[in-house]
Nanobody, 123 residues
Framework: VQLQACGGGLVQAGGSLRLSCSVS????????MGWHRQAPGKQRELVAE???????NYADSVKGRFTISADNAKTTVYLQMNNVKPEDTAVYYC??????????????????WGQGTQVTVSS
């Protein structure tokens, strides 16, 4: 399973950016999809998460500015970033807690990460 993330780039403070992440193969169940970020010299942190039941969870620092959403199958997840700030500068990683069936018909449960996309906010 691969998660393909895109949409990062350079944006001015106060601007907007939209990240997207898609799952590369057929999935039987999505338990959760989300976004984490890692700034230079800092640990990776949760930005936003969306459960299979539609529950959302946001870091306090992005509440009211960022919105996580997904397509109906929840195999593509989006992060709409509004009113961005220089402190939002980081590499953003999408994450999926997924279940699929292998060639033997056995369920495979795992957490998968995208390759990361750079977001840079200029002041």
């Amino acid at each position: 399973v691969q998660l393909q993330a895109c949409g990062g780039g350079l944006v001015q403070a106060g601007g907007s950016l939209r990240l997207s992440c898609s799952v590369s193969r057929k999935i039987s169940r999505v338990d959760a999809m989300g976004w984490h970020r890692q700034a230079p010299g800092k640990q990776r942190e949760l930005v936003a998460e969306l459960s299979s039941g539609g529950m959302t969870n946001y870091a306090d620092s992005v509440k009211g500015r960022f919105t996580i959403s997904a397509d109906n199958a929840k195999t593509t997840v989006y992060l709409q970033m509004n009113n961005v700030k220089p402190e939002d500068t980081a590499v953003y990683y999408c994450k999926g807690d997924l279940v699929y069936y292998n060639d033997d018909g056995a369920p495979v449960v795992g957490r998968y990460w995208g390759q990361g996309t750079q977001v840079t906010v200029s002041s």
